[in-house]
């Protein structure tokens, strides 16, 4: 039966764990007013919340940390929700949503230039790629990762990317490889006392050495583990590590002992909704009570498992539909904007074609206008013009005719002046006119 290695991806806050922590929390968040410290517990709660495998609640605090960060414009608490949610997405096999969140939060730390928030982003992004089979991407992205973590000196950073890379080594086949860099986790996580990452790291450890066909180094491992995860109250783990020893046990042909970590695995699988831990139980108690010639209990423990197994599909099914019709939704979206924004560029076109029209009618009434002003002042010039020549005419006949006037008055009196002078006076008439 093929088995996940511990989903293991990276979370830089420090947190407190346990119940105790949760509602502790919880009565902080009752009292705090909006602002980005309700941001920081809304992100803390919803992180101890996917440590305890209860996804359903952590998602409720994340998106009340989505719509507070988008009013308080906080990038620094949206990065952190979409990396939570993103880790959300993954444990529950929704990958391309996982996905999407993650580059998500690798653009806000860009934007941020935040380098261990882009280490952590990376790692993430690697990680999905190395579920989805992508592994020459995945060992390029948490190469960027490691090289940013040793460069800012986040020793826990490094431990979680070494991890990282030992799962694409193992999915690869390089198993050799893998532990090499399992244990450099380990090792990290160790000196950092790292409960969580070192359990992580052991149940890994645990997996190769499964695969090795080295048993006894693997329930060693696995066992490391379990104790880990008992600790820290890791209810997630705890039930993987199960799901792990079981199997273990149960190449060891120590059937007893498996049935009662398969199903105490159950127990706890149910609890947390964990259908993927589910399948794999039901599939090895139905192969040991085939084993135990328990055919009533072994058809009935492949049906269970046929059932959680056509659920995952189902599940996935539905995934795949509800993408569909979001994508679809989006085209429409998309076309129905298009549509709407050409309308609105036409009626923007119409309106624009009727300001130039205006303004052309302007300009050429203004051009138009200029013209006759230009014509009317050529042809009023060309009056006035005129005008001053008849004037200038005038003037000057009129001083021909003053000359003319003046010389024949002149011509008068001359006249006079001869004719008076050659006429005999008045009294020389009369003189001799008397008797």
């Known amino acids: 039966m093929k088995r996940t290695l511990a989903v293991f991806f990276l979370f830089s806050c420090a947190l407190l764990h346990g119940q105790n922590g949760i509602d502790s929390l919880r009565d902080l968040l009752r009292f705090q007013s909006d602002d980005t410290n309700k941001v ?4 803390r709660l919803c992180k101890q919340l996917w440590m305890k495998g209860e996804f359903y609640e952590a998602l409720k605090y994340a998106d009340t940390s989505e719509t507070l960060c988008s009013t308080l414009h906080d990038d620094d608490g949206l990065a952190t929700e979409e990396n939570n949610r993103g880790i959300i997405y993954a444990n529950q096999g929704n990958y391309p949503e996982a996905l999407k969140y993650f580059i998500s939060e690798l653009k806000i730390e860009k934007k941020r230039n935040d380098l261990k928030g882009i280490a952590d982003a990376y790692g993430n992004i690697g990680l999905l790629e190395d579920y989805i089979g992508d592994y020459t991407e995945s060992i390029t992205d948490n190469r960027e990762a490691l090289k940013i973590e040793e460069q800012i000196g986040d ?3 490094v431990a979680l990317t070494y991890t990282n890379i030992g799962l694409v080594c193992f999915h690869q086949g390089s198993f050799a490889e893998a532990l090499k860099n399992h244990f450099l986790s380990f090792e990290k996580a160790t000196q950092l006392n790292n409960k969580y990452d070192m359990a992580g790291a052991a149940n890994n450890i645990g997996l190769v050495y499964e695969r090795l066909n080295d048993l006894p180094n693997a329930l060693k491992y696995h066992r490391i583990a379990l104790q880990l995860e008992n ?16 199997n273990a046990l149960s190449q060891q042909k120590n059937y007893s002992d498996a049935m009662n970590y398969l199903d105490t695995a159950i127990i706890l699988s149910k609890k947390i909704g964990e259908k993927n831990n589910l399948m794999e139980c039901y599939f090895g108690k139905a192969y040991i009570d085939s084993v135990k010639g328990d055919k009533r209990s072994s058809y009935f423990d492949f049906r269970s498992y046929m059932l959680y197994k056509d659920s995952l599909v189902n599940d996935d099914n539905t995934r795949q539909t509800e993408q569909a019709q979001l994508q679809y939704v989006f085209e429409s979206k998309i076309a129905a904007d298009s549509v709407r924004n050409a309308e609105i560029a036409n009626q923007e076109k119409i ?3 009727a300001r130039v029209s205006q303004q052309r009618f302007y300009t050429y009434g203004g051009i138009g206008g200029f013209v006759l002003m230009l014509i009317v002042a050529i042809i009023s010039f060309g009056a006035f013009r005129n005008k001053k020549k008849a004037n200038e005419i005038i003037a000057h006949q009129k001083e021909l005719v003053e000359v003319k006037q003046k010389e024949i008055i002149d011509s008068i009196r001359y006249a006079k002046r001869i004719q008076e002078s050659l006429l005999p006076s008045e009294k020389y008439i009369r003189s001799k006119l008397k008797p």
Do not use: F, H, P, R
């Open 40 to 43: 920081n517990l809304l992100n």
């Open 155 to 157: 020793s826990e950073g």
């Open 231 to 246: 600790e820290i109250g890791d209810e997630q783990g705890i039930a993987q590590s199960y799901v792990n020893i079981g």
């Open 351 to 353: 309106k624009q074609d």
